[in-house]
């Protein structure tokens, strides 16, 4: 069963940079759809972007990450990223790290329903 593993989660002033990473063991993301969501205290998961097999990334609610988050996957080492730049108060979260096996034609999952496997999250606190 594939089993993601957050880290690189911390503490950071506004402005800062954090970059978390996940990796999942036993298993090729190139067969896997790979997603960041996070969930901050009192609010629903939301998604934060999705990576296919082939690389092709989408973020979602553009406004809120646009231009400040990069999401990126390493396929030989099995590590998905998620690089965050010029972070605010309100990016402080638990992030979430999920995948689910990619079928051909079919797109990725754009909701937390869609993605099977779930990592125990790294937890981002930025300070104002």
């Known amino acids: 069963q594939v089993q993601p593993v957050e880290s690189g989660g911390g503490s950071v002033q506004a402005g800062g940079s954090l970059r978390i990473s996940c990796a999942i063991s036993?298993?090729?993301?190139?067969?896997?759809?790979m997603a960041w969501f996070r969930q901050a205290p009192g609010k629903e998961r939301e998604g934060v972007a999705r990576?296919?097999?082939?690389?092709?990334?989408?973020?979602a609610d553009s406004e809120s990450v646009k231009g400040r988050f990069t999401a990126s996957k390493d396929n030989a080492k099995d590590i998905l990223y998620l690089q965050m730049n010029n972070l605010k108060p309100e990016d402080s979260a638990m992030y979430y790290c999920a995948a689910h096996r990619k079928f051909i034609d079919g797109p990725c999952a754009v909701g937390a329903g869609g993605y099977a496997f779930w990592g125990q999250g790294t937890q981002v606190t930025v300070s104002s």
């Open positions: 990576i296919g097999p082939d690389g092709s990334t989408t973020y």
């Open positions: 036993g298993y090729s993301m190139s067969f896997y759809c």
